[in-house]
């Protein structure tokens, strides 16, 4: 890759490691991202991109890290709807301003959202209806915490659902979608990434789709609109982050980097296995990243204001 010219004259940039947090535990889905990217990153860079895992508060303690981290391109923090649009509307002194403390790099990932179930739970929607009937308000979600997008796929699901489930946090999916597997939890909403291969498995049953279309990896399961809940409709963003205040050179080359990996064969086609959309090329960098967060942030305030949500 042909580094912009204004970075080569300032000095090589990258010239040591570049470090992507992750504001989420290990096993997630912005960490099943995150090291394919890394490793394409890398490859891009010509230096080696750790994944730096600070998971717990829904995201916020991460993405703190992030905004608080040296401004000079070599820590790049990954984040979604939930961190950079949705937690404002939860939390009354959020730690970062996911506007300002911040320079965009872009978006790199949309992802449609599963409804899934510890197989004992039963073998479909319908079963899961009637259990929902008999059991009111007993049924456990697991979460990666107050304003992830778990949390925000189950307020919908419980809504849609009239539930009254208890939601259950996590220090991410990884951890939320583990004791799913097991039980100990009943049901999570989370990002397909990470339900596709557990369904395949059978650790997991996978019940219903946000989105509009079923996926081809999970093709008897239905959509929401199919099941009669239209209003459990979710695709879930994600984009990547430097702190405000890196200098445009650098960030610049790290967006270029990033747009480049995302045209790479194999991180589409292994993205492709896991139902994770690449946003065409106008849909990505700074601006529409810009323009999406401005979007974003005044319709969570909006739907949570609606759902009742009162600020932490
Ligand atoms: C994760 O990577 O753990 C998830 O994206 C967390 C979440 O549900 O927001």
């Known amino acids: ?85 949705a937690n404002p509307s939860f939390y009354k002194q959020l730690p970062y301003d996911p506007v300002e403390s911040f320079t965009s790099l872009g978006l790199f990932a949309i992802n449609p959202m599963v409804l899934a179930i510890w197989p004992g739970m039963g073998k479909s929607l319908a079963e899961l209806r009637d259990w929902i009937g008999r059991n009111e308000g007993k ?29 259950v946090p996590y220090r991410g999916a990884g951890p939320a979608l583990q004791d799913t597997m097991n039980g100990v939890t009943q049901a999570i909403v989370d990002q397909a990434v990470t339900v596709i291969p557990q369904a395949k498995g059978g650790s997991l049953r996978a019940l219903m789709v946000t989105v509009g279309e079923r996926l081809p990896q999970l093709p008897d399961v239905p959509t929401s609109v199919e099941a009669g809940l239209p209003s459990f409709d979710i695709a879930v963003w994600n984009a990547a982050f430097v702190p405000r205040g890196t200098p445009e050179p650098i960030a610049r080359t790290l967006t270029e980097a990033i747009n480049t990996v ?37 319709r969570w305030k909006q739907l949570t204001r609606e759902a009742g949500v009162t600020p932490e």
């Open 262 to 298: 995302l045209e790479n064969a194999t991180v589409k086609s292994r993205f492709g296995d896991m139902a994770i959309q690449i946003p065409p090329p106008e849909q990505r960098g700074p601006e529409p990243l810009r323009a999406l967060m401005a979007r974003e942030i005044p």
């Open 1 to 85: 890759l042909a580094a912009p010219a204004v970075a080569r004259a300032e000095g090589k940039f990258p010239s040591r490691p570049v470090t992507m947090q992750v504001p989420f535990a290990a096993g997630g889905p912005t960490d099943v991202m995150a090291r394919i990217l890394a490793q394409e990153l890398s490859a891009v860079l010509g230096q080696p991109v750790p994944v730096e895992n600070i998971g717990g508060a829904g995201g916020i303690l991460g993405t703190q890290r992030t905004a608080r981290a040296a401004p000079d391109g070599y820590t790049i923090g990954l984040g979604h709807m939930g961190t950079h649009a």
């Open 139 to 167: 049924l456990t979600l697991a979460t990666a915490g107050t304003g992830s997008v778990s949390y925000l796929g189950a307020l919908l699901f419980d809504r849609a659902m009239n539930a009254k489930a208890t939601l």
